[in-house]
């Protein structure tokens, strides 16, 4: 589940929906990490600003692909509501289609969960995880930690 | 996200205030840590979790018998936020980073940098927190402690791999969800 604070009034519908919480507000749980008001001014002045823009112009792909996927699950899952039909146990991607991966690696060792789930909600089994090299521009196979 | 669960009523992973292992708190000092699947398992068994809080890079591996919850933010927001974090959360420490300026977060980040001096805060006060690090934080150990400037748009397709891969959680079946622990990627 993907969810964004900035628009986590609109997420918690997943919350609610998929993990089963009651308590879904930001504001009935208190404060724990919200800023003192011991802070400085800024910190960041304009020109910063850009530069750090700048360079995470990466992480800001990210976020608008994490932003269009999030946005499509929750409108998937509004019809779904809606509708109120059987939900069909699936990992297809839901936005755009998915590229090569960085490597192929086979997925790790499935590990017997304790209570299996009735035939019906059995889930296929998840995808590949993607592992990439730590250096530029090279792929290694992957090598599950152990 | 760890307050909420609480107050949900999950079990939480962990002896800390948060809902983590203490492998996998932002404040963890191993660069290389990575938790495989079994063991994840095996101390989710053990404790009886329902929820666990991971506050560092991922895994290499993913656990099929987990579901798994991210949050993001618009990234400069966070950076922003992360300073004044810095700033204000260790002020009455020992160590505290009171002492940082916008200028050596400008260092940090510029190319070729490699700053993770403070074991203990490779999340907060590093490269990795001004550069790119939803990628890095998303394509695990081996990228998050690049240089600034080293992530690239092969490690961004990972990363967006990683979302579709992990966070797949459109058509999981209610009764279904609520019987697997979850991970929060917070």
Known sequence: ?146 | MCDLAHFNAERLSGNTANCNLESDDAHVTTKGVDISCDDRLAKQRRDGSTWMGLERWIDSEMCSNFYYVTMLREPLDRMVSNVHQIWNTYADRKTNFSWVTPEDIMTWASPGKAYFDYPTEFMEVSTAAYDNFYIRTLCGAGVFFLPAGSVTREHLETAKNVLRCVFPALHVPRAASMRRPHIDYA
Do not use: I
């Open chain 1, 1 to 146: 589940m993907v969810l964004e604070l900035e628009h986590f009034d609109e997420d918690r519908q997943q919350l609610s929906e998929l993990v089963g919480w009651k308590k879904t507000s930001l504001l009935s749980v208190g404060v724990d990490n919200a800023a003192t008001g011991k802070t400085r001014a800024g910190p960041f002045d304009t020109q910063q600003l850009q530069v750090l823009f700048d360079t995470n112009a990466l992480d800001y792909e990210l976020y608008c692909f994490a932003n269009a996927l999030r946005r499509r699950r929750s409108s998937l899952l509004a019809e779904q509501l809606q509708t109120r039909d059987v939900v069909v146990p699936s990992t297809a991607p839901v936005a755009a289609p998915v590229p090569a991966p960085v490597s192929a690696p086979a997925p790790p060792a499935p590990v017997p969960a304790p209570a299996p789930a009735p035939a019906q909600e059995r889930e296929k089994p998840l995808p590949a995880w993607p592992v990439v090299s730590s250096k530029r521009s090279e792929t290694v196979p992957a090598t599950p930690a152990r």
